[in-house]
Nanobody
């Protein structure tokens, strides 16, 4: 399993922005495959898919974040990003990046993961205050 490491979380007020990053600890082009961003907000136990990008660059988003979040990647840096704008208090959660979390890839945004498969990071906390 390739190690993934998220960063960029923090505390912001509603309407603010954050950019999350996820770096793959490998020299192989790992990020160029199926990648997704998930979030988990207690007391929910599952990880809800919010954005995904497939190997051909096609993206998908959960309805709750469409028009506000953008997933992208820099293959040369083996880094995945999640730009989050117009943040809302309900976006408060721990955010995780994952490689090959579900099949087909873009179904990630219609999925709540209970049992993780593929590679997952440790998460980064996002807190949005009203």
């Amino acid at each position: 399993q390739v190690q993934l490491m998220e960063s960029g979380g923090g505390s912001v007020q509603a309407g603010g922005s954050l950019r999350l990053s996820c770096v793959a600890a490998t020299r192989q082009p790992y990020i160029s495959g199926c990648m997704g961003w998930f979030r988990q907000a207690p007391p929910a136990k599952g990880l809800v898919g919010v954005a995904a990008i497939d190997s051909d660059g096609t993206t998908s988003y959960a309805d709750s974040v469409k028009g506000r979040f953008t997933i992208s990647r820099d293959n040369a840096k083996n880094t995945l990003y999640l730009q989050m704008n117009s943040l809302k208090p309900e976006d408060t959660a721990m955010y995780y990046c994952a490689a090959n979390p579900v099949y087909p890839c873009l179904a990630a945004t219609e999925t709540t993961v209970e049992h993780r498969v593929g590679s997952w990071g440790q998460g980064t906390q996002v807190t949005v205050s009203s």
